[in-house]
């Protein structure tokens, strides 16, 4: 049955069938309704005719169900059942909020931010839920356009490359270069990118990729006027550490993305040259109404504590910086 054919059947009609089958007769039924009884019984034979089955056998005092409308029942229990569970999902304005959001957000920053959202959502809107999406950094973008997701937490940069989203920065955090425990560099209270610059490097993005150079780490090492030498890109952070314990080269990546990996073999050192960070932002959809479930998220997410950093080298955490903007 297509769509159309839908329009063939009221919703009165439904309704009246299943309350003369609850309630036990067609006049328990119309009182239930606030109906007449004559109503009820055109309701019911409407349904009949357009199904083209008897629903009810009306020889019988109260009316029973005939086999085929106990078959026809439990479909109309259930229309009714879905009607009742929108009409609740979809709240009359200063009522509860219902509903769920697609929260598009890269791992380390998942690990960090969502069990406190969680917390904070269960406590102020304890029925709107939260269905994570967690995907590479330059997969999320994508995603928030495709309508995949409602809301994105990703990195400024690499850039989306549309109009039609807007973001607001959530905190910043320093860049970091990652070296065996080793390496002459792991006891240095701190380096230049000058220095990191004639290395081997490794690095986020994937090897081949454009979008690889617009990475806060190329990026970095672009405004400063340096050609780093990249031996390796990878978009797992621990695989990073993995290639840097082995003696495969220096990494130089964000500080939130130590926190969630193994530092067993190396050590992180502080970068001292400026424009060293990258900006994590919340970003959403300009071209499309803002729902008051969305809004709710965003303004939860927006006040959410700036992520804890991993240990430098002194073993002192290092803390993100909550931005300042409105």
Same mark, same amino acid.
């Given at each position: 049955?297509?769509?159309?054919?839908?329009?063939?059947?009221?919703?009165d009609?439904?309704?009246?069938?299943?309350?003369?089958?609850?309630?036990?007769?067609?006049?328990a039924?119309a &009182? !239930?309704?606030?109906r007449?009884q004559?109503?009820?019984?055109i309701?019911? +034979? $409407? #349904?009949e005719r357009?199904?083209? *089955?008897?629903?009810?056998?009306?020889?019988?005092h109260?009316a029973?169900?005939?086999?085929e409308?106990?078959?026809?029942?439990?479909?109309?229990?259930?229309?009714?059942?879905?009607?009742?569970?929108?009409?609740?999902?979809?709240?009359a304005?200063?009522?509860t909020?219902?509903?769920?959001?697609?929260?598009?957000?890269?791992?380390s920053?998942?690990?960090?931010?969502?069990?406190?959202?969680?917390v904070?959502?269960g406590?102020?809107?304890p029925?709107?839920?939260?269905?994570?999406?967690?995907?590479?950094?330059?997969?999320?973008?994508?995603?928030?356009?495709?309508?995949?997701?409602?809301?994105?937490?990703?990195?400024?940069n690499p850039?989306?490359?549309?109009?039609?989203?807007?973001?607001?920065?959530?905190w910043?955090e320093?860049l970091?270069?990652?070296v &065996? !425990?080793?390496?002459?560099?792991?006891?240095?209270?701190?380096v230049?990118l +000058? $220095? #990191?610059?004639?290395?081997?490097? *490794?690095?986020?993005?994937?090897?081949?990729?454009?979008?690889?150079t617009?990475?806060e780490?190329?990026?970095?090492?672009?405004?400063?006027?340096?050609?780093?030498?990249i031996?390796?890109?990878?978009?797992?952070?621990?695989?990073?550490?993995?290639?840097?314990?082995?003696?495969?080269g220096?990494?130089v990546?964000?500080?939130l993305?130590?926190t969630t990996?193994?530092?067993?073999?190396?050590?992180?050192?502080p970068?001292?040259?400026?424009?060293?960070?990258?900006d994590?932002?919340?970003?959403w959809?300009?071209?499309?109404?803002?729902?008051?479930v969305t809004?709710?998220?965003?303004?939860?997410?927006?006040?959410?504590?700036?992520?804890?950093l991993?240990?430098v080298?002194n073993?002192v955490?290092?803390?993100?910086e909550?931005?300042?903007?409105?």
């Open positions: 049955m297509d769509l159309a054919q839908m329009y063939r059947f009221r919703l009609w439904i309704a009246s069938f299943v309350a003369v089958a609850q309630y036990g007769g067609f006049s039924a &009182a !239930a309704l606030y007449s004559p109503r009820v019984s309701h019911v +034979a $409407e #349904l357009a199904l083209g *089955v008897r629903l009810f056998n009306r020889s019988v109260p029973v169900l005939t086999p409308g106990r078959a026809a029942m439990p479909h109309a229990q259930a229309m009714l059942n879905h009607l009742q569970e929108l009409a609740a999902g979809a709240p304005a200063g009522g909020l219902r509903g769920e959001i697609r929260l598009a957000i890269y791992p920053a998942s690990v960090s931010l969502v069990p406190e959202l969680l904070r959502l406590e102020a809107h029925h709107v839920r939260v269905v994570l999406r967690e995907n590479a950094t330059t997969v999320l973008g994508q995603m928030l356009l495709s309508g995949e997701a409602d809301l994105a937490v990703r990195p400024v850039e989306i490359g549309s109009d039609r989203v807007a973001y607001t920065v959530l910043r320093p970091v270069a990652v &065996a !425990a080793d390496h002459p560099m792991a006891s240095e209270p701190f230049q +000058a $220095e #990191l610059a004639d290395m081997h490097l *490794v690095t986020i993005g994937e090897d081949e990729d454009p979008v690889s617009q990475f780490t190329t990026l970095s090492f672009d405004q400063a006027g340096l050609n780093p030498h031996v390796h890109r990878t978009n797992q952070p621990q695989t990073l550490v993995a290639l840097v314990r082995r003696g495969l220096v990494g990546t964000n500080s993305a130590m990996s193994n530092l067993d073999g190396v050590r992180l050192v970068i001292a040259d400026p424009h060293c960070h990258r994590v932002a919340l970003w959809r300009t071209d499309q109404q803002c729902s008051p809004t709710a998220v965003k303004e939860l997410v927006a006040e959410l504590p700036a992520p804890p991993a240990a080298d073993d955490p290092a803390v993100c909550r931005s300042q903007q409105p």
